[in-house]
């Protein structure tokens, strides 16, 4: 068996971003990824977009025009409403605020 060394100052420290906005949305994120993408374990952060979790070979506009859709039928609203590119947590928070607005409208009626 054959054993190497690490050369311990090749090793590239890891700093993730801030996610002082996604972590306010710590359930809808999991559920969304889960939902939208299939995808069980994921790391994201304030900057973490829409499109890092499309499909990497098929960018195209049809497929965004599919996940679009397909946030319209399971939260009912319209990402277009978003200035791109698409944050996550801009995308979590329209749906929570989709959400209050349907709430006290039917506390209205």
Known sequence: METKKL????????????DKKISKYKNLSKEFIKKIFGINSFLISDESL??????????????ELRIRRKIKRSYNIDIMAINKPWNLWKIFK??????SKEDIEIRLN
Do not use: A, Q
Not at 54 to 63: A, I, P, Y
Not at 94 to 99: A, H, L, P, V, Y
């Open 94 to 99: 329209r749906i929570e605020e989709s959400k």
């Open 7 to 18: 050369n311990l100052k090749k090793i590239k420290r890891i700093e993730l971003t801030k």
């Open 50 to 63: 829409l499109s890092d979790f499309m499909n990497v070979f098929d960018r195209s506009e049809k497929e």
